[in-house]
């Protein structure tokens, strides 16, 4: 008697989950795709890569003898000071004035030699992108004083820094960007 009541309480439940089907659980659109881990440490290759492009930008500013106002990315700016999740937006704010500075630089003898670290910072940008989780509409969490105090310096420099002094800063700031930042957002809450 015990095992057809069982039996006839499993067929009602399996005739219910049929008739009303429970959707599948899935991951945040945002974070599909998310795996800023890969960049927890940058090969030898990208890194020469990078200090060859350094090396040339900076070398082309002594030539120009640009004079500029304090840096923007100062030294005692480090990600570690932001809570975790503001980190990643303080690194792709960084990332995206970096790329536009260096997209539009015009000296056409600095094109092959910013090839491949631009295409590094596209796929970091990319990668960034799809780890970026939207603010629910409801209740967005405003940023703390600190980011929002960053984000500020680099939106306002972007509208009146000249475009040799912005790519002086991106230039002093992109090896910094490459092996501090990006690996401390990597890390995540390891990041010390």
């Not at 060859?52 to 304090?70: G, H, I, M, T, Y």
């Not at 990600?79 to 056409?108: F, I, P, Y």
């Not at 980011?147 to 992109?174: D, F, M, Y």
Request: aromatic fraction near 4%.
């Amino acid at each position: 008697m015990a095992t057809l009541l069982l039996l006839g309480l499993a067929t009602v439940m399996l005739g219910l989950t049929t008739a009303y089907p429970v959707p599948p659980s899935k991951p945040t659109p945002a974070r599909e795709g998310c795996n800023i881990s890969i960049f927890q440490s940058i090969s030898p290759q990208t890194r020469e890569n990078f200090r060859n492009a350094n090396d040339a930008l900076e070398e082309s500013r002594l030539q120009k003898d640009v004079r500029c106002s304090p840096k923007l990315f100062p030294r005692r700016w480090k990600l570690v000071r932001l809570q975790v999740q503001e980190r990643l937006k303080a690194l792709q704010a960084e990332l995206h004035l970096t790329l536009q500075v260096l997209e539009n630089v015009t000296d056409s003898a600095l094109y092959r030699i910013l090839e491949q670290p631009l295409h590094t910072l596209r796929h970091i940008h990319s990668q960034l992108q799809a780890c970026i989780q939207p603010e629910p509409a409801a209740e967005p969490r405003p940023p703390s004083h600190r980011l929002s105090r960053w984000l500020h310096r680099l939106r306002e420099a972007q509208e009146k820094e000249t475009p040799g002094c912005l790519e002086i800063s991106v230039t002093s700031n992109l090896l910094r960007l490459l092996i501090q930042d990006l690996r401390c957002v990597a890390r995540e809450d390891q990041c010390a």
